[in-house]
């Protein structure tokens, strides 16, 4: 679990986090969503100690991050995984060597050893024999994977995300979002993703903090957050009309009232011409 109570961050005078508190669940995988520029990263990157948050506390599994020394931050750095944006893969070095880094900077592991657990990851990610390979020889997908297997080469108690899908298409999205998923419940994970892609909260929001402008605007499950009220996360959510009816509908056939086709039809109907590819119209 890790505890997030009244983080702010500012750069000079400008206030990026506000006032953000959050508990991230274990063996669950949390995200944290809102517009571009919303905060997500910043408050990441305060959550890891990347950054150095001018208020508040993170706790993690109720032990005060934010307050301690050096040594002990480094005790819990190497209980956290994270997946950066863009995947930050050393482009020199060979998808074996970078996945190896994080075991040769805090273990005393022999090179043997150390190869062995390489494999293992890499299998776990579905890369076997791609050792030798260079990131430049891989596909958007695979280079995530491969950041995926170096995030939890050091068994990970905390694992975050930064945009794990950004560049990737639909269906590549989808293998990701559910190898991050499953990793999160095989190894009973505290995981943190940031995303701005609703396909992801969908499939695997337990627990979704929505950020706006800094704060935390809304937080809830997946369920909930189909039938939420607020006005800012529903416009951020359903930014397409279609959704917005899809909205309407699930709402309306949950209170009964959608009774008969023709109702559902004249719904539907309302939306046609955005359905429609338009090299088909
Ligand atoms: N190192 C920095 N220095 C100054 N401003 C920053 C820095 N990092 C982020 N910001 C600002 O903080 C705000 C939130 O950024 P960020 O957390 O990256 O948003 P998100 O990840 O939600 O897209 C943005 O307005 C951004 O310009
Ligand atoms: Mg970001």
Redesign the pocket.
Known sequence: MIEVKNIKKT??D?T?IEDVSAVMKAGQCNLII??????????MKCMVGLFEPDGGHVLYSGQDFTAMSNEEKTEIRKEIGMLFQGSALFDSLTVEQNIMFPLSMFTTWSHKKKLDRVNEVLARVNLVDTNKKYPAELSGGMKKRVGIARAIVLNPKYLFC?EPNSGLDPQTSLVIDRLIKEITLEYNITTVV?THDMNSVMEIGNYILY?YK?NKEWEGNKKEIIFSKNQRLNDFIFASEFLQDAKDMRMLEEAGKISDDRNMDEMLDKDAPSLVPPDEE
């Open positions: 750069f000079g400008k990026v809102g517009a571009s520029g919303s905060g997500k990263t910043v408050l930064d940031n950020m800094g």
